[in-house]
């Protein structure tokens, strides 16, 4: 049973460029997480996805948008990169059918670095 | 507003010390609770959550957490640190209901283990 995998595993962007990060979550699972971890700081909720729409947002721009597939897997862009963008992506699945304690599963993180 | 405290952002044990890492959270509602663990380059990984089931949770790699609620307490616990401990520590409590469940982390404690 293959877990969360995202890709790519490793991006080098300038600034001002736009970024397509992506993910798949666990078999089994209906819900997308995406979150921003800096260098040396905890995971930052950016959004998250549930058929095919966003339910929760956090506090970050509209430069930051998702988009869920039909076989729920996920999409985060990220338009007119700045250097504070250089972070760590996590997606993060879980489903909404167990029970209500939101245990989500993390994929490897895509490493996104601007210049 | 919920939100999750981790005292000390660097905690250094000697192998086979008892390993103690803290977490107090703070909820209006009975909270479930999670630890998860960073290693160098990788996602996160669950290690143990409560999901107001017993206050003593066992997680895997011989860790476990006490959940306290006269304390807000979820200290995290391993008897006798392992080399392969070294990892960053996340303490996280899942807030909302239903599709808008999210987890609200904490900073994050490093572990050093030294021989």
């Known amino acids: 049973d293959a877990g969360v995998t995202q890709s790519p595993t490793h991006l080098i962007k300038t600034r001002g460029q736009q970024v397509t990060l992506r993910c798949s979550p666990k078999?089994?699972?209906?819900?997308v997480s995406w979150y921003q971890q800096a260098l040396g700081q905890g995971p930052q909720f950016i959004f998250q996805y549930y058929e095919e729409e966003e339910r929760q947002r956090g506090n970050f721009p509209d430069r930051f948008s998702g988009h869920q597939f039909p076989n729920y897997s996920s999409e985060l862009n990220v338009n007119a990169l700045l250097l504070g963008d250089s972070a760590l992506y996590l997606c993060?699945?879980?489903?909404?059918?167990?029970?209500?304690?939101?245990?989500?599963?993390f994929g490897p993180g895509t490493r996104l670095t601007v210049l | 507003a919920q939100s999750v405290t981790q005292l000390g952002s660097h905690v250094s044990v000697s192998e086979g010390a008892l390993v103690l890492l803290r977490c107090n959270y703070s909820?209006?509602?009975?909270?479930?609770l999670f630890w998860y663990v960073q290693y160098p380059n990788q996602g996160l990984q669950l290690l143990l959550k409560?999901?107001?089931?017993a206050t003593l949770v066992k997680g895997i790699n011989g860790f476990e957490a006490e959940f306290k609620k006269s304390e807000t307490s979820f200290h995290l616990t391993k008897p006798s640190a392992h080399m392969s401990d070294a990892a960053e520590y996340f303490c996280a409590v899942s807030v909302g209901a239903g599709n808008n469940r999210k987890l609200i982390w904490g900073l994050g404690t490093s572990l050093a283990v030294n021989p």
């Open positions: 909820s209006s509602v009975p909270p479930y």
């Open positions: 993060a699945s879980s489903t909404t059918q167990r029970a209500n304690y939101n245990e989500q599963f």
């Open positions: 409560y999901t107001s089931a």
């Open positions: 078999s089994g699972h209906d819900t």
